[in-house]
């Protein structure tokens, strides 16, 4: 969880069911790349 606007990330999946019902992942974006600048500051004082 990041400290300044306790915004929380994780690496999302794109899966797709098998027809033996197994899942197979097609693509994974690591949270590295989801990751944006904080919109706020929750930290400072108001």
């Not at 999946?13 to 600048?37: G, N, S, T």
Request: no cysteine; charged share 35%; aromatic share 6%.
């Amino acid at each position: 969880m990041r400290d300044s606007d306790h915004q929380g990330f994780h690496d999302h999946y794109l899966e797709e069911v098998q027809p033996d019902l197994k899942l197979k992942v097609i693509a994974r974006i690591p949270k590295e790349k989801l990751m944006y600048d904080s919109p706020v500051d929750l930290r400072a004082k108001l």
